[in-house]
């Protein structure tokens, strides 16, 4: 069965019109849907019409099961699917709003060695409307609607690789952008990907307006490969080439993400030959001191270390920043709360 949250205004106006209802219905169905209701809760429609929905269409495709709440305020939910896969997702609470981080896929198979995310591999792929469902169900949780929204930014940085996932990912952008739903704007989405190039330039030809974010996490390809799998496929001269061209076809400047693991990135040579790299067009640079994994035998560096990293990359006038490290005491990283929660069910099963 599809998911109800999959559909635009526009395909669930044809269902109406295929149910014999007038137009007007599906705008209704719409809005309550993007308030985070099922059929059932749906007062001003008819008994009749959401019984005929309910034979064709799921409408409640996750609930959220654990709550973690971090002693910086950040909030970690793990959710369940539909079909009992499990997912997780981060609030990020900071003064110009709330950022909910979603997930595209049920695991990964990116294999990137400072991620949870691909410790069981990838599962399956998100609907548009299972992504859409984790920004509804955490919206009204807070007491938000499509008018006063509690959710004000989105990144797409939970577990899977956004552009493995393409088609539902870019349909999740125009869903939840829609005027008649929670409309939340493309310039406060952000897509990450670890550098998929094709898929990169076929997002540049959409031209949408979200912000591009790319985990580089290297400033060479010898390095970048004993971290990232998929250097061997992307050479990172392809990728910074890629992210030219979503600057000249959008305008948008591209974000590169930067975790910072000691030993292995972190030296003055790194930051001196990422500048060289990012020099030329608009671009920022998040640096991030590792969140340890500790399934991973990666060592994070001190706060210090990271300072000082941003600082030499800012000197040689690159933009950089360190980004804030939130719920590090709830399992915060990518990946983490969810792999735990698995392990822990494998152990009472066995």
Same mark, same amino acid.
């Given at each position: 069965?599809?998911?109800?949250?999959?559909?635009?205004?526009?395909?669930?106006?044809?269902?109406?019109?295929?149910?014999?209802?007038?137009?007007?219905?599906?705008?209704?169905?719409?809005?309550?849907?993007?308030?985070?209701?099922?059929?059932?809760?749906?007062?001003?429609?008819?008994?009749?019409?959401?019984?005929?929905?309910?034979?064709?269409?799921?409408?409640?495709?996750?609930?959220?099961?654990?709550?973690?709440?971090?002693?910086?305020?950040?909030?970690?939910?793990?959710?369940?699917?539909?079909?009992?896969?499990?997912?997780?997702?981060?609030?990020?609470?900071?003064?110009?709003?709330?950022?909910? =981080?979603?997930?595209?896929?049920?695991?990964?198979?990116?294999? =990137?060695?400072?991620?949870?995310?691909?410790?069981?591999?990838?599962?399956?792929?998100?609907?548009?409307?299972?992504?859409?469902?984790?920004?509804?169900?955490?919206?009204?949780?807070?007491?938000?609607?499509?008018? !006063?929204?509690?959710?004000?930014? *989105?990144?797409?940085?939970?577990?899977?690789?956004?552009?493995?996932?393409?088609?539902?990912?870019?349909?999740?952008?125009?869903?939840?952008?829609?005027?008649?739903?929670?409309?939340?704007?493309?310039?406060?989405?952000?897509?990450?990907?670890?550098?998929?190039?094709?898929?990169?330039?076929?997002?540049?030809?959409?031209?949408?307006?979200?912000?591009?974010? *790319?985990?580089?996490?290297?400033?060479?390809?010898?390095?970048?490969? !004993?971290?990232?799998?998929?250097?061997?496929?992307y050479t990172i001269e392809q990728i910074i080439d890629s992210a030219h061209r979503y600057f000249n076809a959008t305008g948008r400047r591209v974000i590169f993400e930067y975790a910072l693991i000691r030993g292995v990135n972190?030296?003055?040579?790194?930051?001196?030959?990422?500048?060289?790299?990012?020099?030329?067009?608009?671009?920022?640079?998040?640096?991030?001191?590792?969140?340890?994994?500790?399934?991973?035998?990666?060592?994070?560096?001190?706060?210090?270390?990271?300072?000082?990293?941003?600082?030499?990359?800012?000197?040689?006038?690159?933009?950089?920043?360190?980004?804030?490290?939130?719920?590090?005491?709830?399992?915060?990283?990518?990946?983490?709360?969810?792999?735990k929660f698995i392990a822990e069910q494998t152990d009472k099963e066995e």
């Amino acid at each position: 069965m599809q998911i109800i949250q999959d559909l635009s205004l526009e395909e669930l106006t044809q269902v109406c019109l295929n149910l014999g209802q007038p137009k007007y219905r599906a705008k209704q169905i719409f809005e309550n849907l993007h308030l985070g209701k099922n059929l059932d809760e749906m007062s001003n429609i008819p008994k009749d019409l959401k019984d005929k929905l309910k034979v064709q269409y799921i409408d409640t495709p996750l609930t959220i099961i654990h709550t973690l709440v971090s002693k910086d305020g950040t909030q970690k939910y793990l959710y369940k699917l539909h079909d009992g896969n499990i997912i997780e997702g981060v609030l990020l609470s900071y003064e110009y709003g709330n950022t909910l =981080c979603v997930s595209t896929q049920v695991g990964c198979r990116m294999g =990137c060695k400072f991620c949870a995310s691909t410790l069981n591999g990838l599962i399956r792929s998100l609907s548009s409307g299972e992504i859409l469902a984790q920004v509804l169900v955490v919206n009204r949780m807070l007491g938000g609607d499509n008018k !006063t929204r509690k959710i004000t930014n *989105i990144v797409l940085m939970g577990s899977g690789e956004p552009l493995d996932n393409f088609d539902n990912v870019v349909k999740f952008v125009y869903l939840v952008n829609a005027p008649e739903g929670i409309n939340i704007s493309q310039r406060n989405i952000s897509v990450s990907t670890c550098g998929l190039v094709p898929q990169i330039d076929k997002l540049a030809k959409l031209k949408l307006q979200i912000v591009l974010t *790319i985990s580089l996490h290297a400033p060479t390809d010898e390095i970048r490969k !004993t971290i990232m799998p998929i250097a061997n496929k992307y050479t990172i001269e392809q990728i910074i080439d890629s992210a030219h061209r979503y600057f000249n076809a959008t305008g948008r400047r591209v974000i590169f993400e930067y975790a910072l693991i000691r030993g292995v990135n972190d030296s003055m040579e790194c930051a001196r030959t990422l500048h060289k790299l990012l020099s030329g067009f608009p671009t920022h640079l998040n640096v991030i001191p590792l969140n340890e994994v500790k399934e991973r035998n990666l060592e994070s560096v001190t706060r210090k270390d990271a300072y000082r990293f941003a600082e030499t990359l800012q000197k040689l006038g690159t933009s950089a920043t360190v980004r804030r490290t939130m719920g590090e005491d709830i399992d915060g990283a990518c990946g983490q709360l969810r792999a735990k929660f698995i392990a822990e069910q494998t152990d009472k099963e066995e």
